[in-house]
C-alpha cells in the first residue's frame, strides 16, 4: 500500500481525484452559464439579477480553484482544458437566455447535477479518512443548499 505525501492511501486518492475532477468540468460549465446569464439577462429585474449572476460566477470561480487545488494536493492533476470539461460534464452549455426566471431555473437544474457530486464525494473521502475533501464538500453543500432556498423562494415555487 503506497501512502501520498499527505500520507492517504494514493489508490483512493486517485479515485477521490477523478470524482474531484468532475464536479471540476461540471462547475466550469456551471461557471460559464452563470456568466451568459450575466451578460444576456434583461427585463425589470436587470440590476438585481446582472448583480446576483456575477456573486455566483465569482463564487463558482473560487470553487473551481480549491477543486483544482485539492486535486494537486491530492497528488493528481486537475483537468484544464474546456475540451475536457465539455466531454465530462453533465451539466449543459445554456445559450441565448434573458429572461430572469429561465435563468434561475438553469441553475437550480445545475445544482442538481452538482449537489450529487458532491454528496458522492463526501461520503467516499469520508470512507478513506480523507478530511480536507469532506469539510471543502460540506462547506459547498451547505452554502449551495441555502441558494436553492433563495433561488426558489424568487421563482416563489413549493
Ligand atoms: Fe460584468
Given amino acids: 500500500m503506497t501512502l501520498s ?3 492517504l492511501k494514493s489508490k483512493e ?45 465569482n463564487d463558482s470561480l473560487i470553487k473551481i480553484d480549491e477543486i483544482a487545488e485539492r ?21 449543459s452549455e445554456v445559450k441565448n437566455i434573458s429572461k430572469g426566471d429561465k435563468a ?18 463526501l461520503s467516499l473521502a469520508g470512507e478513506h479518512s480523507d478530511e480536507g475533501t469532506s469539510a471543502l464538500m460540506s462547506d459547498y453543500l451547505r452554502e449551495q443548499e441555502k441558494l436553492i432556498w433563495m433561488f426558489n423562494a424568487y421563482l416563489n415555487t413549493d
Fill in 71 to 91: 486535486i494537486l494536493t491530492l497528488g493528481f492533476i486537475p483537468v484544464h482544458a474546456y475540451s475536457d470539461y465539455i466531454k465530462t460534464s453533465k451539466i
Fill in 5 to 7: 505525501r499527505i500520507g
Fill in 104 to 121: 434561475i431555473q438553469e441553475i437550480l437544474k445545475g445544482y442538481e447535477i452538482l449537489l450529487p457530486i458532491e454528496r458522492g464525494l
Fill in 13 to 57: 486518492s486517485e479515485l477521490i481525484s477523478g470524482k474531484l475532477n468532475e464536479l471540476l468540468a461540471n462547475y466550469q460549465i456551471f461557471y460559464m452559464n452563470a456568466r451568459g446569464f450575466h451578460w444576456n439577462i434583461k427585463g425589470h429585474n436587470f440590476f438585481e439579477l446582472h448583480t446576483k449572476f456575477e456573486e455566483l460566477y
